[in-house]
């Protein structure tokens, strides 16, 4: 419980539009463990209406099938994901296998409405289910000179289409500072409407972080390392003046090649408006404090 992430919540953080919590769990205890019951009530907001399972699941970015949109709907079907378990090792005190199972036995699933903002300028609303990042970390006991967090998609290209292309180098990597991963927020997702994770998305189990653009949210994880030192992430590795280690989704800072200022909800058709893009995507009340002090500008 040491390293778990403690702010202290203010009622008007958490009852904002946003976030959604049981008020009960909510009383029952802001400290330490308490923090694991925040949950995300079906939301009433306009700006939250969750996106409908098809804009969800067939309209996706996951270049281990493709790159195209419509290729992991396509192609990602024929990906085994049982048995399935993940690595933990690193700066953990129980480092081993656990498998996949094991851990959802363990884990308390939740539902949590969240804004999903890809670095693409487009959006949605996903109502997730799943758990705490933290819950799962707190399995393998994170030892306290651990700093960042390093997450590691399945390498198979014989059920991976595209990663016998050369497209990005495999497999897909990416990473968290510690406290960011700790953050009650940073979910990993096993459904989505209460129904399994579709492979496409990234079954069985895959990352969250709403506050920040879409490929942070590494899917299919195998394997989870806890380390002193910032880890490398795939985008960027493959392009570091467009993509850094922190892709906080902010609109003033714009990706070099168009703007971040604004996004398009899916599912609203070929004449749906722009809306302005909120920063850390509308978490702001929740996790800006993380950032405190640090040039948002110079770590994009
Ligand atoms: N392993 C892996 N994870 C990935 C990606 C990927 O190509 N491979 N794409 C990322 C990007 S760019 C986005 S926008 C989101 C898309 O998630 P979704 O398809 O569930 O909407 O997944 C992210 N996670
Ligand atoms: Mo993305």
Redesign the pocket.
């Known amino acids: 419980m040491a390293y778990r992430w403690s702010a202290s919540l203010k009622e008007r953080d958490v009852t904002d539009e946003h976030l959604f919590i049981n008020r009960r769990n909510l009383l029952s205890g802001l400290s330490g463990v308490g923090l694991s019951v925040l949950m995300a009530e079906p939301a009433f907001s306009k700006t939250l209406e969750p996106n409908a399972w098809e804009d969800?699941?067939e309209?996706?970015?996951?270049?281990?099938?493709g790159t195209g949109k419509e290729d992991?709907a396509k192609f990602a079907k024929r990906l085994t994901t049982k048995p399935w378990s993940v690595k933990i090792d690193g700066l953990v005190d129980r480092p081993g296998f656990y498998a996949f199972e094991d851990i959802l036995s363990k884990m308390q699933i939740e539902e949590r409405i969240y804004r999903?903002r890809?670095?693409?300028a487009w959006s949605?609303v996903?109502p997730w289910n799943g758990f705490e990042l933290a819950d799962l970390l707190d399995l393998a006991g994170v030892q306290s000179n651990a700093r960042f967090v390093a997450f590691e998609?399945?390498y198979r290209p014989s059920e991976m289409r595209?990663q016998n292309t050369r497209v990005?180098d495999w497999?897909?990597v990416?990473g968290l500072r510690m406290d960011e991963a700790m953050h009650p927020l940073t979910m990993m997702a096993t459904g989505?409407y209460g129904r399994d994770i579709p492979n496409?998305?990234?079954a069985p189990l895959?990352?969250v972080v709403p506050w920040k653009?879409?490929?942070?949210?590494?899917?299919?994880?195998v394997k989870i390392t806890l380390m002193e030192r910032q880890p490398p992430t795939?985008?960027n590795k493959a392009n570091a003046r467009e993509y850094g280690f922190y892709s906080n989704v902010n609109p003033e800072v714009d990706h070099p090649r168009w703007s971040q200022a604004s996004e398009r909800k899916l599912g609203g058709g070929l004449f749906a408006k722009r809306e302005p893009t909120m920063k850390f995507n509308g978490y702001e009340n929740e996790v800006s404090m993380l950032y405190k002090g640090m040039n948002l500008r110079k770590h994009f």
Do not use: A, D, H
């Open positions: 969800i699941t309209y996706n970015n996951y270049y281990e099938f992991p999903f890809c670095v693409e949605m996903v998609t399945l595209g990005l497999p897909y990416e989505i496409q998305n990234g895959r990352l653009y879409g490929f942070k949210s590494i899917k299919s994880i795939s985008w």
